[in-house]
Structures are given as C-alpha cells and as structure tokens.
C-alpha cells in the first residue's frame, strides 16, 4: 500500500460507490504509529509502504493519512451510514481527537470559480433561545446552478437563521480530471470521479483555510512571558464574538450553553455579574481545557490560554451559527477575515 | 488598564491607537527607599514613552507607594521590564493611577497628600474620565479629552490576585478539578491546580503566589467537603509537598448520557442555576413542538436529549 495503490482503489472503487474521507483534528505527538495504535487497540493499525498512511483494521477499515500531523484524513469505502458513527464513537471517548468545525462561509466557496451544484442549510435555535424567533429553525436543500442564488435571496433577509451545513461541487481541471464532492460542515468528504489527487486537492484546501482560522486563533491565546527579577508581560488577547442579534433571554442561554450538553459541551457555573452580564469559567469538554467567558446579550468574549487549542473556537463559533446566530462576528478584524474566508 | 491596551475587543483601546503595547505586568523596581511593584508597564516604542500604571480597586492611596511612583525613572523601567529600545533619543515616563469612578475623589486627595501628580482615569460602567494632571503625551491628552464610553466590563485578564476574597477562588478551582477528571486522572495535586486555574499565576512575586497558593489549597478543600461524591481532599504530608484531590468518581466512566448528567450534578452541587428570566409563551410553544414531533415521528431520528438542538447533531 502506498500513495499509488490508494489513487487506483480511488479510481476503480468510485465506479461502484462514493469514497469518503473523514478529517480529524489531532494532538497525537511525535509518534502518530503509536498514537493510531493507541485509539484503534493494538493489533488493528498495520504499517504500509509510506511511513505517514496507515491501514486500519476494525470494525471499519480505514487508511489513515497523516502526512499532515495535525489533521488527519481517513479513508474508506464503508458507506457513511457505519464508518460516521463508529468514527464518533472514537472521537467522543477521546481528548486528542475532533472533527473540524467548519465556519458556514468555508463552505459557501470550496473551490475558485466553481459554483455549488448542492448548498444545505441547517439553523435550529432549539435550547439556546425561547421558541419565540421570527425564524427559529430554518434547513434548506437547494440544487441546480441556482443553490446559490436561491440562498442569497433568503439571506438578504434573514442572514442570521442561514448558516451552510453542506456543499457539493463538481471540479473538472483539463491536466487532473474530474471529481464530484460533497462536503459536510464536520469535515466530512464524499467523493467520486477519476483523479484521486483532486479529491486530496480539494480536502486540502478546506483543512488549510481552516487551520488558518485555527493557527491564527492560537497565536491569539493568553500566555505570560516571564521577566527575570519578577513581573511578566502577558501575550495575546481574548477574542469576542459579536451577534447580530441580541439574546433574547440571557439566563436560558447560558444554563444551555454550559450544559455539557452536546454539540458545545461547554461545563461552566454562569456568575451574574449585573442584569446584562455573566462571567463564566468553563471547561471545554470536548479537550479538556479550561477557558473563561465574558457574556452580554450582543457579545462573548472568549479567553483562550496558552496551549489551548483554536478548534475550541471554531467549534464554538461554528455551532452558534447553527444554533443562534449565523451571522455573527469576530471583532478582531484578522481573525474575522479568516472565520469569514472563502474561494470566489 | 490592561484592557485599555487590548487590541480587537469591543472594550475601547486608547492606549492601543495611540502605539503602546502593554509591557509587563506586576513588575517590581528598586526605588531609593524601596520597591514599587508597577500593576502594569505600557510602551510606546516609537517615541521611548513608558506609562507606569498603578490600579486601584479600593479607594485608599497608599501614600508611600504613589511616593515612589514618583521617584521612578525611566531607564529603571526599561531594565525591568526588558523594554526593546528601538529609537535613539530620551526616554520619558508617567505614572498613571487607574481607579473605580466611585472612588475618585479619596484617589485624588491621597495622591495630594503623597505630591504625586500624574493623571487619574475613573472607571465607570459607561465611561472612562481623565482627571488630575495631564498626559504628556499629546495623543493621550486628545484621546481622554472627552468621556470614553465603554460597551461593558473590561477583559479580565488578571481575575483575581492574592488579595481578592476566597469565594473567587472557588469559582476558578472547580472548573480547573472539572478539566483535569475530563482526562480521566484519578488526583491532581494543589500546585498543578493552582497553574490550571491561575493562568497569570507567574507573574506575582513569591509572597504574593505562596498566598495564592495557600488560597487555591483552601478552594480545593472547600471543593471537596461541598461534593465528597466526587472529590477527597488529601493534605499535605511530611512525603509530599502539596495537598492532593482525589477523584472519587469520574463522569468519564459513564456513558454519554449518564457522563453529561454527572459533569451535570458537580455543577448543581457547586453553584446556584443563573436567574432565568421566564419568557410566557415557551410553554404554548413546547407544546407545539410537541405536536411537529409527533408528526415528523415517522421520518425523523429519535431526538437526542443529549444535544442542545432539538434535534439531534446531524445523525452524526
């Protein structure tokens, strides 16, 4: 097994059903043999030709490619409707391993020039506010060269209940060939077509434009730098989201918010600090980091610390668009242009 | 102070605009008769400005530290907080008191008293005012000469310092024992806990962390006694240097519905639910939710109580 091998299977196996590659995000350390060992049980993971793909043996057999050590991609031919949830089963048990977090315009443009075939929206308010919204669940299917269009129409009036779960596209490049993908907002692919290093291409430029966003977050984390004879410089600012609605009511929000409850499972005992305003310290349960949080009906600030990991953001950013606000905003400039970035 | 310095919030950033960055924080300088512990060192590079802010969260001066705020000199600073000197030329510095609006006035007759003159900002839940002597620097002087209005509380960089009240610790020392049982750890020791919970714990001077750290031991052990379901408090022995947690049990262990309704109970065990404002027509509305449930039944997967949507996570 070795690249060459998996760009035939790609080829010969799409014929018969969609190939999918699922993108994890991962802090596996310098030996990622042994972390794979380590998350699959010893035993299921062989060794291949290339030192940084794997085979995986187990219930859903998989080739993991992690020549890019943080986000791994995982192949498969099991139908999604198996390899998702034993996937999530990993995934959920573990601190090391999350799903990318796709922000909503990510998905808006995958690829330059290429127009969405299929667009899929998926806002659902659900706990997070009264069921009192003017829209307070809205998913839309659109297909055809119009998804596009269609879903702009309906933004222009209702932009914070539109938030994009899904894309698929059609690439053709006259040297590489064709693929077909459809992409979920966790970082799940679906592809056919007859060039396997477009499909990579593709998966490619989703995971680099997110962790862009991720990387940038990280760089923004708290840390303190220490001087010699006492004192220290701190590094790093928290970051704020801003709402371009108000939370309607403040209390239920943050009792929903600090749930535990899945997709956030943010732990946290919200302090009322004044009618409008709760401080927050919170652990993401998801990696088991400690963060702090500032609320107000318009605004969150977040404080991440040094070490934390910028998926904690994205995750959260991500998942209030989908739950409360998709067209929210981070205030730091640079960091909203990459929340915000997408192929034109 | 510090968030008067932070770039990309919807706190204004005065000091920002005007080219400062926020140098040191709690950095201590030798003086003739002493020491000063400066709360916070600002820099601005390109004109060799520092600011040397003190913040006051009660209302009494200290009259012999505003003393030696006035004996600082720029160069002391710049050796101690390691400033990056980039144009030749003089170095200036101010020093910059930073107080609650409703302690103004006790501010400014201490500083009378201690004959430092130097410029106060009043913080205020809308505003921040300048007052007493003015800024040096001219940037300054145009950026407070009107109220600045503030959207809200300041970023809390430093929440808490050796002197703040023990019950805010405890709300730092739970969520830091929540994410070590996260990892599954059957104990964390009191000084690992106090890094987790302080972030900013390195820049107190010994004194001030060996106080921090006395505080976080008494947080844990409060934690502890509150919810010995989950947590034992072992002391401090003569083989081991710091007070242990145990984890008694871990919500890890459960599965994933039993897992959140564990993490669940440690935060009802701790702490009061936040005041719920009642909106009246949520009853009316769960009912009909209840009644597209009962109609989408046959298309739709079971609801999760799991998520926070209604609906579950995308069949993830």
Same mark, same amino acid.
């Given at each position: ?7 035939? @299977? ?13 993108? =994890? ?9 042994? %972390? ?21 043996? @187990? ?30 089963? $990993? ?80 690439? %053709? ?6 693929? +077909? ?34 990387? +940038? ?7 303190? $730098? ?82 934390? /990991? ?19 905003? $981070? ?11 997408? +192929?034109? | ?14 000091? +920002? ?26 820099? !601005? ?18 009259? *012999? ?13 710049? *050796? ?18 930073? /107080? ?32 007493? %002597? ?22 809390? $960089? ?39 919970? =302080? ?13 921090? =750290? ?12 509150? @919810?010995?379901? #989950?947590?034992?408090?072992? !002391? !401090? ?21 039993? !897992? ?29 939710? @209840? ?15 799991? #998520? ?9």
């Amino acid at each position: 097994m070795n690249r060459a091998t998996l760009a035939d @299977d790609f080829a010969l196996s799409t014929r018969r059903a969609p190939w999918k590659t699922f993108v =994890l995000e991962a802090h596996a350390g310098d030996d990622v043999a042994d %972390a794979l060992n380590d998350v699959f049980g010893p035993g299921r993971v062989r060794d291949t030709d290339d030192v940084h793909l794997h085979e995986v043996v @187990d219930d859903v057999n998989f080739v993991v490619d992690h020549l890019d050590d943080r986000f791994w991609s995982l192949h498969t031919t099991a139908p999604t409707s198996v390899a998702a949830p034993f996937l999530k089963g $990993i995934v959920e048990s573990r601190r090391d391993l999350d799903w990318m977090w796709l922000p909503s315009d990510h998905l808006r443009g995958v690829w330059p020039g290429v127009s969405p075939q299929w667009l899929a929206t998926d806002f659902t308010s659900g706990r997070l506010t009264p069921p009192t919204d003017e829209v307070a669940d809205l998913k839309l299917r659109v297909r055809g060269r119009a998804a596009e269009s269609v879903l702009q129409l309906v933004e222009s009036k209702y932009s914070k209940a539109v938030s994009f779960s899904g894309v698929a596209i059609n690439v %053709a490049d006259d040297d590489l060939g064709s693929v +077909a993908e459809a992409i979920s907002r966790d970082g799940r692919f679906v592809a056919t077509g007859d060039d396997f290093g477009l499909h990579q291409t593709v998966v490619r430029r989703v995971v680099d434009r997110y962790r862009g966003f991720v990387e +940038a977050v990280e760089q923004r984390a708290l840390r303190w $730098i220490q001087f010699p004879d006492g004192g220290a410089q701190p590094v790093g600012a928290p970051l704020v989201l801003r709402f371009g609605r108000s939370i309607p009511d403040l209390g239920l929000f943050l009792e929903q918010l600090f749930s535990a409850r899945e997709p956030f499972r943010l732990w946290g005992i919200p302090q009322m600090a004044g009618d409008d305003f709760a401080e927050v310290e919170a652990v993401d349960l998801h990696v088991g980091q400690q963060l702090r949080f500032d609320v107000t009906p318009d605004w969150l600030r977040v404080y991440l610390f040094e070490g934390g /990991c910028g998926n904690t953001l994205a995750r959260l950013a991500s998942n209030l668009q989908h739950h409360f606000d998709g067209a929210l905003s $981070i205030v730091d400039p640079e960091i909203d242009v990459l929340l915000k970035q997408h +192929a034109r | 102070m510090i968030a008067l310095c932070t770039y990309g919030d919807v706190y204004p950033s005065p000091f +920002a605009t005007a080219g400062y960055h926020l140098a040191g924080a709690e950095v201590p300088v030798a003086v003739s008769d002493g020491t000063v512990v400066i709360d916070a060192v600002l820099f !601005r590079p390109n004109r060799n400005i520092i600011l040397a802010g003190e913040a006051k969260s009660g209302t009494n001066v200290e009259e *012999i530290q505003a003393r030696r705020y006035g004996q600082l000199k720029p160069d002391q600073v710049v *050796i101690a907080a390691s400033l990056i000197i980039r144009e030749v030329g003089d170095r200036h510095l101010q020093p910059l008191y930073v /107080c609650l609006v409703e302690s103004l006035e006790r501010v400014l007759q201490g500083l009378g008293r201690s004959g430092l003159a130097c410029p106060v900002l009043a913080v205020g839940e809308d505003s921040i005012e300048h007052h007493a %002597a003015p800024f040096t620097d001219q940037d300054l002087q145009t950026a407070f000469a009107d109220p600045l209005a503030v959207p809200g509380p300041p970023p809390r $960089i430093i929440p808490v310092d050796d002197e703040s009240p023990d019950a805010a610790f405890d709300v730092l020392v739970l969520p830091a024992l929540v994410a070590t049982l996260s990892h599954q750890r059957s104990q964390v020791s009191v000084l690992a806990l106090a890094e987790q919970a =302080l972030p900013h714990l390195v820049v107190f001077g010994t004194r001030a962390r060996n106080r921090l =750290l006395a505080k976080i031991d008494l947080a844990a052990r409060r934690a502890a006694e509150r @919810d010995p379901a #989950t947590f034992e408090y072992l !002391r !401090r022995t003569g083989t081991r240097d710091h007070a242990v947690v145990r984890f008694v049990r871990s919500p890890e262990e459960a599965a994933r519905q039993g !897992r959140t309704q564990v993490y669940q109970s440690i935060a009802r065990v701790a702490g009061k639910p936040v005041r719920r404002r009642r909106t009246p027509s949520v009853d009316q509305m769960a009912l009909f939710d @209840d009644l597209i449930e009962e109609l989408q039944q046959a298309h739709e997967v079971p609801e999760d109580s799991e #998520t926070i949507s209604d609906e579950g996570e995308e069949g993830k």
